[in-house]
T-cell receptor, first 113, second 113 residues
Framework: NAGVTQTPKFRVLKTGQSMTLLCAQD?????MYWYRQDPGMGLRLIHYSVGEGTTAKGEVPDGYNVSRLKKQNFLLGLESAAPSQTSVYFC????????????FGPGTRLTVL | EDKVVQSPLSLVVHEGDTVTLNCSYE??????LLWYKQEKKAPTFLFMLTSSGIEKKSGRLSSILDKKELFSILNITATQTGDSAVYLC?????????????FGTGTLLAVQP
């Protein structure tokens, strides 16, 4: 099992460009999440999904969109990148229920110039 | 407002020392508290605590929860250089029905030979 995978691992964008980050999991998890991690800020939730075709906003959703067309994939889109979106992005997934730990992907380091 | 606060922010110890990391939380409808270890990439799950006073143990690591004082500690005995990492504490938001997590900013532990 690959667990949670993320592509790409690194990306450099110019201000105003767009891109999509892909998260895939092979554990048949119902719930998936996108976080960003910045120095001194910890992990902050951007968007999440509790099932195929459903998404919801987290703590810091502005400037991002998501889609969950297939259960195993969760896409994070930046329509018009800004320097403030320079960060490390982590995807996570877990089974439905209140007492299941989240499994994290290896992260994508994004720099916006 | 839900929040998770970790202390100290960073810690430098020598191999063989014992360390205690702290996590205090204010989370609506508290159900559980989680500890993760992050070594340069994906956070990996350590413990989930749901009941007060019951210690969870894994090798040299142990953790305990105090629901009355809204506090948890993570102990590492006989530290090794491989324990160097950021240790993250997290609690589910809004009762955890969607398993959304709020993270502390982490404690950076450096173990010197």
């Amino acid at each position: 099992n690959a667990g949670v995978t993320q592509t790409p691992k690194f990306r450099v964008l110019k201000t105003g460009q767009s891109m999509t980050l892909l998260c895939a999991q092979d554990m048949n998890h119902e719930y998936m999440y996108w976080y960003r991690q910045d120095p001194g800020m910890g992990l902050r939730l951007i968007h999440y999904s509790v099932g195929e075709g459903t998404t919801a906003k987290g703590e810091v959703p502005d400037g991002y969109n998501v889609s969950r067309l297939k259960k195993q994939n969760f896409l994070l889109g930046l329509e018009s990148a800004a320097p403030s979106q320079t960060s490390v992005y982590f995807c996570a997934s877990c089974h439905r229920g209140m007492y299941n730990e989240q499994f994290f992907g290896p992260g994508t380091r994004l720099t916006v110039l | 407002e839900d929040k998770v606060v970790q202390s100290p922010l960073s810690l430098v110890v020598h191999e063989g020392d014992t360390v205690t990391l702290n996590c205090s939380y204010e989370v609506t409808n508290f159900r559980s508290l989680l500890w993760y270890k992050q070594e340069k990439k994906a956070p990996t799950f350590l413990f989930m605590l749901t009941s007060s006073g019951i210690e969870k143990k894994s090798g040299r690591l142990s953790s305990i929860l105090d629901k009355k004082e809204l506090f948890s500690i993570l102990n590492i005995t006989a530290t090794q250089t491989g324990d160097s990492a950021v240790y993250l504490c997290a609690g589910p938001l809004y009762g955890g029905a969607t398993n959304k997590l709020i993270f502390g900013t982490g404690t950076l532990l450096a173990v010197q030979p």
